[in-house]
């Protein structure tokens, strides 16, 4: 089992800036993180940013130009730059890794963003 720990969710008003990390564990798995899900209210669960087979990244159209996935292969952690945040990107973000030994996707249990106007 792979535990990810996201942080770095709260409260912003329309326009501000949040940046949620994710960590993933140390061990003997072989653990690659893969992007970032969001569940906004009465949408269905979307892919917000996500690595591509060919290590590029693609970002859902409603974030492009607003958000960036980078990640600290040191530390084992995914970061999710959010910027000119808007009330409708709140929901609950959720990050994403794959064991590259069993091809088992894990999720996170989430962090809430939540943007007022």
């Known amino acids: 089992q792979v535990q990810l720990v996201e942080s770095g969710g709260g409260s912003v008003q329309s326009g501000g800036s949040l940046r949620l990390s994710c960590k993933a564990p140390?061990?003997?798995?072989?653990?690659?993180?893969t992007g970032w899900s969001r569940q906004t209210p009465g949408k269905q669960r979307e892919l917000v940013a996500a690595?591509?087979?060919?290590?590029?990244?693609t970002y859902a159209n409603s974030v492009k130009g607003r958000f960036t996935m980078t990640r600290d292969n040191a530390q084992d952690t995914l970061y999710l730059q959010m910027n000119s945040l808007k009330p409708e990107d709140t929901g609950v973000y959720f990050c994403?890794?794959?064991?590259?030994?069993?091809?088992?996707?894990?999720w996170g249990l989430g962090t809430q963003v939540t943007v007022s106007s």
């Open positions: 690595y591509t087979n060919d290590g590029g990244t």
């Open positions: 994403g890794a794959r064991n590259l030994k069993t091809g088992t996707d894990y």
């Open positions: 140390r061990s003997v798995h072989i653990i690659s993180h």
